[in-house]
Each structure stands twice: as structure tokens, then as C-alpha cells.
Nanobody, 123 residues
Framework: QAQLVESGGGLVQAGGSLRLSCAAS????????VAWFRQAPGKDRDFVAA????????RYAGSVKGRFTLSRDDAKNTANLQMNSLKPEDTAVYYC????????????????WGQGTQVTVSS
């Protein structure tokens, strides 16, 4: 069983960048597909990006494609979400998830979750 911890959130102005990190303990992150979701106040938890456990293939939600880049460093047991050209609508709590359903956008498909990290983008 994996324990996930997110870091790197904060307050940034529109157009700025942040890098979120998801660190795993308990089991190596390389055994899992990894995804990021986000949840704004009063809204559902939405899929942001995923990376496959072998080969590193990635996919993104349309709203972040071209601005966000998800990568993994299996040697460090981390997965990192580089977020550029941030917009106020990117403001949310960002969650890291791990599992075996790379192609699924549904939160129930992902087995393990971190506690989340707040990202706030000011206009």
C-alpha cells in the first residue's frame, strides 16, 4: 500500500508557474500509474493529468494541455506536475493519486490518494 504526500502548492499570480510534487512511501511509485486531480470549492474533483507506470506516457485534461507537464522520477519515488501559464481558474486543491487505471478520469478508479495541496492563482 502506498502513502502519498503532495507538496509545492502556494499563491502565484496569473501567468506564473508552480511545480507540485507527489512523494510516495510504503511502496515504490514505479509500481503504479499516477494521476493528479483538482477540486475547487463547491465543485467536483476533476482529472488533470496521468502518467503510465511503464513507458511514461502521459495524457491531460483539455483545460491544462500545453500548460501542465507531468513527469515521474522513479529513482526518487516522486511524480511532478509542472504548471505554467497559470490562470485564476486553476485555483483548487490538487491531489495526487496512484493506481492501475491510467485511462480513467474517474476518481473511484484510483486506489491511493494524498491529502492535497492548495494552489491559488491571483488575477
Amino acid at each position: 500500500q502506498a502513502q502519498l504526500v503532495e507538496s509545492g502548492g502556494g499563491l502565484v499570480q496569473a501567468g506564473g508557474s508552480l511545480r507540485l510534487s507527489c512523494a510516495a512511501s510504503g511502496r515504490t511509485l514505479s509500481a503504479y500509474d499516477v494521476a493528479w486531480f483538482r477540486q475547487a470549492p463547491g465543485k467536483d474533483r476533476d482529472f488533470v493529468a496521468a502518467i503510465r507506470r511503464s513507458g511514461g506516457t502521459t495524457r491531460y485534461a483539455g483545460s491544462v494541455k500545453g500548460r501542465f507537464t507531468l513527469s515521474r522520477d522513479d529513482a526518487k519515488n516522486t511524480a511532478n506536475l509542472q504548471m505554467n501559464s497559470l490562470k485564476p481558474e486553476d485555483t483548487a486543491v490538487y491531489y495526487c493519486a496512484a493506481g492501475y487505471n491510467y485511462l480513467s478520469n474517474a476518481r473511484y478508479s484510483w486506489n491511493y490518494w494524498g491529502q492535497g495541496t492548495q494552489v491559488t492563482v491571483s488575477s
